[in-house]
């Protein structure tokens, strides 16, 4: 089982911040998992348009039931602020797991206190327990603070050989 870390005071004065692995079994975890993917979706980063009566239902069970998904919330006090969706997958040249950082959000009024970064290390702590060999993620280009984030917690733009280029993350929806 993860540890969770310490609770840390938030820029907020008397307000106590709080980051953990969601437990999907506690309906206080899902429910604030659901309201924050789907404040996230509704957000021009995550798409403009908010979970669909069906995802909002059956998200929490079925990442319940998928041993490879974990998520991380973060809480100012009760209110849940912050949500990481993690998804493990399986390196075939390393031969180890790694570990997808599917969804990152933070309520935009909690933004610029560092929850993200707590989240992420986290994750990342989550990850090492699990023998991944690397997080990955995706960043739209237009998202300027996210990239900032990311790369200064070590994550760049992934390429095998520079005179090949960087790779590009590619959908086909089924």
């Known amino acids: ?99 997808n950082v599917h969804d990152v959000t933070v309520f935009a009024s909690h933004r610029g206190q560092g929850i993200a970064e707590k989240m992420l290390a986290l994750a990342e702590a989550v990850a090492v327990e699990r023998g991944a060999c690397k997080l990955t993620l995706e960043v739209l280009q237009g998202n300027v603070g996210a990239d900032r984030l990311y790369r200064r917690l070590g994550f760049a733009n992934y390429e095998l050989d520079p005179a090949l280029g960087q790779a590009q993350f590619m959908q086909k929806w089924l």
Do not use: W
């Not at 980051?19 to 429910?31: F, S």
């Not at 348009?49 to 100012?76: I, M, T």
């Not at 997958?89 to 390393?94: E, I, K, Q, W, Y």
């Open 1 to 99: 089982m993860t540890k969770t870390p310490p609770t840390v005071p938030s820029a907020r004065r008397g307000a106590s911040m709080t980051v953990c692995r969601a437990d999907y079994a506690n309906a206080d975890h899902a429910k604030a998992l659901v309201l924050l993917l789907d404040a996230y979706a509704q957000d021009p980063m995550g798409g403009g348009h908010g979970l669909s009566d069906f995802a909002k239902a059956n998200l929490v069970a079925a990442l319940a039931a998928r041993p490879q998904a974990y998520s991380v919330l973060a809480f100012d006090g009760s209110q849940p602020v912050g949500l990481v969706n993690c998804i493990e997958g399986f390196s075939t040249f390393a031969c180890r797991p790694l570990v």
